[in-house]
Each structure stands twice: as C-alpha cells, then as structure tokens.
C-alpha cells in the first residue's frame, strides 16, 4: 500500500526532490546509528516532517552517498532508499560537494 503524503519525507538534492516514508526514514535511522560522520544527518531525519523538506549541506550528502552505497552492497535496500541513492548517484559532483538551499 502506498504511503499518504502526510506519511512521507521529503529530500532535496540538487533540485531533485526524493520522497520516503516514515518507516524508510526510521530504517535509515537505525542502520546509521554507527555511521561515523551521521549525527547531524540522523538529527535532520529525526526532525523532519511533511511541511519542510530535510535539508543536507554537501559533506553529509556525500556521507550519506557513501554510506548508501555501503549498505547497498549488503542488503537490498527499501524501495524509497534505493531512489535516494540513485538521486545522489545523479546529481553533479559540484552539487553533492556544495551546500543546498531551503526546501
């Protein structure tokens, strides 16, 4: 069953937009739980909602790449994790490396 929008987080990459449920949100929350460089990445997630987009400046989109692709080569990640990855892996090196604006 398809998640509402109320249900969902919203990402933004580069002016790509990636959604992911609540319960995508919570997966990445506990597999980052020992990620070295992920406390404020996990802090934006725990404090995202439905009104305002999660916003990440350029070294945790490139740590939260990073860790993805990591975790990718492990298990197969949730439907909304795999988009997440696949966004990062098209944005442009200079947009994952700068910050990002206001959602």
Same mark, same amino acid.
């Given at each position: 069953?398809?998640?509402?929008?109320?249900? !969902?987080? !919203?990402? %933004?990459? +580069?002016? =790509? !937009? @990636?959604?992911?449920?609540?319960?995508?949100?919570?997966?990445?929350?506990?597999?980052?739980?020992?990620? +070295?460089?992920?406390?404020?990445?996990?802090?934006?997630? =725990? *404090?995202?909602?439905? @009104? !305002?987009?999660? =916003?990440?400046?350029?070294? =945790?989109? /490139?740590?939260?790449?990073?860790? /993805?692709?990591?975790?990718?080569?492990?298990? +197969?990640?949730?439907?909304?994790? *795999?988009?997440?990855? *696949?966004?990062? %892996?098209?944005?442009?090196? *200079?947009?994952?490396?700068?910050?990002?604006? %206001?959602?």
């Amino acid at each position: 069953m398809e998640a509402s929008h109320l249900e !969902r987080i !919203r990402i %933004d990459l +580069a002016g =790509e !937009r @990636v959604e992911i449920t609540r319960e995508e949100r919570d997966f990445l929350l506990e597999e980052f739980c020992f990620v +070295a460089g992920s406390k404020q990445i996990r802090e934006r997630l =725990e *404090a995202a909602g439905t @009104v !305002r987009a999660v =916003e990440l400046n350029g070294e =945790e989109r /490139l740590c939260l790449r990073a860790a /993805l692709a990591g975790l990718e080569a492990e298990i +197969a990640l949730p439907d909304g994790i *795999a988009r997440l990855l *696949a966004a990062l %892996d098209r944005a442009p090196a *200079a947009s994952i490396s700068s910050g990002i604006r %206001d959602g």
